[in-house]
């Protein structure tokens, strides 16, 4: 099962940040936080990952609470483009002997508005 | 670079058959991982092969299987279709200096009549 919540939906209005939410409470020390996003039809897209300090890239922002109990997805100026299904998903450590395996929750589907 | 490709794009099937679906990893990358997709269920981890060797499985039953060739490209096979296995299927590719990346293809739509 997948380790994350997150609301089902979200509106944003085109050119304003948009901040998607997750909590993750049952987080372990070396499970990071991954943000994946799906355009309909298409296979997910990497966005961002962290493991408990804030980070940024060329598409998004993310910062994770100080007890890495949840985290906010930040897209800066949002386009009609942006809109699709946001995945947040815990995953441990690749160096650790984990795997590539993805547990996919429901994710947000995050519709920008014109 | 070239992303990662699978074959066919769509696809009918009659239940009874078995199908074939082809991955072709992104050029270096090791790990091919295979997802499927339903309005029901979501996406779903069915299994990961690295260097040849399946490295995790999902709670799929025997039917779903799959391989890794020397050259990283990797089939997965499902037998005796249900109508039930109807789905998007997605593969994803990873390693080279971005490891943490999984680069998914377009996916294959498997309908099963």
């Known amino acids: 099962d997948a380790k994350t919540t997150q609301p089902p939906s979200m509106d944003c209005a085109e050119g304003r940040a948009a901040n998607l939410p997750c909590n993750h409470s049952?987080?372990?020390?070396?499970?990071?936080v991954y943000w994946y996003r799906q355009i309909h039809s298409q296979g997910p897209q990497y966005i961002i990952h962290?493991?408990?300090n804030n980070e940024t890239n060329e598409m998004a922002s993310l910062i994770i609470t100080e007890d890495r109990k949840s985290s906010t997805l930040i897209l800066p100026h949002a386009t009609l483009r942006d809109t699709a299904v946001y995945y947040c998903?815990?995953?441990?450590?690749?160096?650790?002997?984990?795997?590539?395996?993805?547990?996919f929750g429901t994710g947000t589907l995050l519709a920008v508005q014109p | 670079k070239a992303g990662v490709t699978q074959t066919p794009r769509y696809l009918i099937k009659t239940r009874g058959q078995q199908v074939t679906l082809s991955c072709s990893p992104i050029?270096?990358?090791?790990?091919v991982s295979w997802y499927q997709q339903t309005p029901g269920q979501g996406l779903q981890f069915l299994f990961e092969?690295?260097?040849?060797?399946?490295?995790n499985k999902g709670n799929f039953p025997g039917r779903f299987s799959g391989r890794q060739f020397s050259n990283s490209r990797s089939e997965m096979n499902v037998s005796t279709l249900e109508l039930g296995d109807s789905a998007l299927y997605l593969c994803?590719?990873?390693?080279?200096?971005?490891?943490?990346?999984?680069?998914f293809g377009p996916g294959t739509r498997l309908t099963v009549t």
């Open positions: 998903i815990v995953r441990p450590d690749y160096y650790g002997g984990a795997t590539n395996k993805l547990i």
């Open positions: 050029s270096g990358h090791r790990s």
């Open positions: 049952t987080i372990s020390g070396n499970e990071y």
């Open positions: 994803a590719s990873s390693g080279g200096l971005d490891w943490y990346e999984q680069y």
């Open positions: 962290g493991l408990k």
């Open positions: 092969y690295f260097s040849e060797t399946q490295r």
